[in-house]
């Protein structure tokens, strides 16, 4: 076992001067059979702690186990994590291309507005040159009317002249 000659550091991690002569941090086993118990982190690796006694080992054990089982369920967990940052950047991808597609409809509204409004002119423009047309149409009619009248009655007059005599 190495000497409990050191002591803790400024920044909270015990170390002590270990039979290599070096300054070893102590690190903490998390192996099944010696759960808990400290050993110097140098290359001669040596416990700090004596051997556990059967309770504390039959206690380790169940602690490993539930270690095992919460680290299967933080595997889960992250997995979890990852996949919904997955669907969570797909997602991003998606709104974008959804903003991008409103704005082109947006730009399509307003250029097929523009053309609405540009057609409803011309539309109104055509129908005020068929009205003067129809008008034009209505007096001409009525003037021929008038003339084939007119010369309808002179040649009545004409003919029955030289019944009168
Ligand atoms: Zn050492």
């Known amino acids: 076992m190495a000497s409990r000659s050191g002591s803790e550091n400024s920044s909270g991690t015990s170390k002590l001067r ?18 808990g118990r400290r050993f110097t982190g140098c290359r001669n690796y040596q416990w700090v702690d004596g051997s556990t006694c059967a309770r504390g080992l039959d206690f380790a054990n169940v602690v490993a186990d539930r270690m095992v089982e ?77 003339i084939c009248l007119k010369k309808e009655n002179i040649a009545n007059k004409q003919f029955r002249l030289p019944l009168v005599l």
């Not at 270990?18 to 759960?35: F, G, H, Q, R, Y």
């Not at 997995?79 to 919904?84: K, S, V």
């Not at 609405?116 to 001409?140: D, Q, T």
């Open 18 to 35: 270990c039979n290599c002569c070096a300054i070893a941090p102590i690190n903490m086993s998390l192996t099944k059979w010696n759960l």
């Open 70 to 146: 919460q680290k299967d369920i933080n595997s889960n967990l992250a997995d979890e994590i990852q996949h919904l940052n997955h669907v969570k950047e797909e997602l991003i991808v998606k709104v974008e291309l959804l903003k991008k597609r409103k704005q082109m409809l947006k730009k399509q509204l307003e250029e097929a507005r523009v053309k609405n409004k540009k057609l409803e002119e011309k539309l109104s423009h055509v129908e005020e040159i068929m009205r003067k047309f129809i008008c034009l149409g209505i007096v001409i009619i009525s003037v021929l009317v008038i």
